[in-house]
């Protein structure tokens, strides 16, 4: 999906008005079609829509193939739109959450392919917006565009919170998992590509290895190293992070610095 600022006042496809013209076969369309059209019946219904993990990477420099998209809704209303999925022809999920741990179990999870076979499947996901607690003043509106190619032209409205408030909410989801969970890897796995992509700039095509203890290396001369310490460190001098949280910046930057290592962010002890 593409977004931009500039905001339409089209009117949505008239079958999502009506239950007796929902998708009779939503598997005809492409899934970021069928993501598109989720987000637009959601919408329809009033319910606040936040975006998470790979659609909102996604858009802070993190290149990932786009096979699971997920989205945080208001706890109480995570059946409702589930629900409302349902109704739109988009059949319930149960994936197995080994690897991913509350993210998928937490989650109402919906397949946008025909296939459930390993390569071929993806699927939406409706998460309680609990599991981050983004405050109203860490979000910002952004608009989105039907896909390219498709023959919608109504813009959708949802939110997407700023950069520091995400590793905010990763640093607070890592302290709540005990150090062996589940949940806690997929997390880790999260942030180390933040930092890499993010802050430390890293493309597809400059992701040089580079040897920590080579003499003639010096983090202090790495423009790329010192230009994400400034980042972090302007977030704190802006107070974006919350009383109490003041050391989510401090260890931020002992990781990107390479100072501390990701693995140590505090766990959930007892």
């Given at each position: 999906?593409?977004?931009?600022?500039?905001?339409?006042?089209?009117?949505?496809?008239?079958?999502?008005?009506?239950?007796?013209?929902?998708?009779?076969?939503?598997?005809?369309?492409?899934?970021?079609?069928?993501?598109?059209?989720?987000?637009?019946?959601?919408?329809?219904?009033?319910?606040?829509?936040?975006?998470?993990?790979?659609?909102?990477?996604?858009?802070?420099?993190?290149?990932?193939?786009?096979?699971?998209?997920?989205?945080?809704?208001?706890?109480?209303?995570?059946?409702?739109?589930?629900?409302?999925?349902?109704?739109?022809?988009?059949?319930?999920?149960?994936?197995?959450?080994?690897?991913?741990?509350?993210?998928?179990?937490?989650?109402?999870?919906?397949?946008?392919?025909?296939?459930?076979?390993?390569?071929?499947?993806?699927?939406?996901?409706?998460?309680?917006?609990?599991?981050?607690?983004?405050?109203?003043?860490?979000?910002?509106?952004?608009?989105?565009?039907?896909?390219?190619?498709?023959?919608?032209?109504?813009?959708l409205h949802i939110y997407s919170p700023r950069p520091s408030a995400v590793y905010s909410c990763l640093?607070?989801?890592?302290?709540?998992?005990?150090?062996?969970?589940?949940?806690?890897?997929?997390?880790?796995?999260?942030?180390?590509?933040?930092?890499?992509?993010?802050?430390?700039?890293?493309?597809?095509?400059?992701?040089?290895?580079?040897?920590?203890?080579?003499e003639e290396y010096n983090v202090d001369d790495d423009p790329d190293v010192q230009d994400a310490l400034?980042?972090?460190?302007?977030?704190?001098?802006?107070?974006?992070?919350?009383?109490?949280?003041?050391?989510?910046?401090?260890?931020?930057?002992?990781?990107?610095?390479?100072?501390?290592?990701?693995?140590?962010?505090?766990?959930?002890?007892?």
């Amino acid at each position: 999906m593409s977004f931009t600022q500039t905001e339409t006042l089209s009117q949505p496809p008239l079958f999502l008005f009506n239950p007796k013209h929902r998708l009779q076969d939503a598997f005809v369309r492409p899934p970021d079609e069928l993501v598109y059209l989720a987000l637009m019946e959601l919408s329809l219904i009033n319910i606040e829509l936040i975006e998470f993990r790979l659609p909102l990477y996604a858009r802070m420099n993190v290149p990932a193939m786009m096979t699971h998209y997920t989205y945080l809704v208001p706890d109480e209303q995570l059946h409702k739109a589930s629900e409302a999925l349902l109704e739109l022809g988009l059949p319930a999920f149960y994936p197995d959450n080994t690897l991913q741990g509350d993210f998928l179990t937490l989650a109402k999870t919906h397949r946008i392919t025909r296939s459930t076979a390993p390569g071929l499947l993806q699927y939406l996901s409706l998460l309680p917006a609990s599991f981050a607690s983004f405050t109203p003043e860490e979000l910002s509106e952004i608009h989105i565009l039907p896909p390219k190619g498709s023959s919608f032209d109504h813009t959708l409205h949802i939110y997407s919170p700023r950069p520091s408030a995400v590793y905010s909410c990763l640093f607070r989801a890592l302290s709540r998992y005990p150090r062996s969970a589940r949940t806690r890897g997929t997390l880790l796995a999260d942030l180390a590509e933040l930092i890499r992509y993010n802050l430390l700039k890293a493309t597809c095509f400059n992701e040089e290895t580079i040897d920590d203890d080579a003499e003639e290396y010096n983090v202090d001369d790495d423009p790329d190293v010192q230009d994400a310490l400034g980042q972090v460190r302007r977030w704190s001098e802006a107070g974006e992070w919350r009383e109490g949280e003041e050391w989510i910046g401090d260890c931020l930057a002992a990781v990107v610095s390479g100072k501390g290592r990701i693995e140590l962010v505090p766990w959930k002890t007892g």
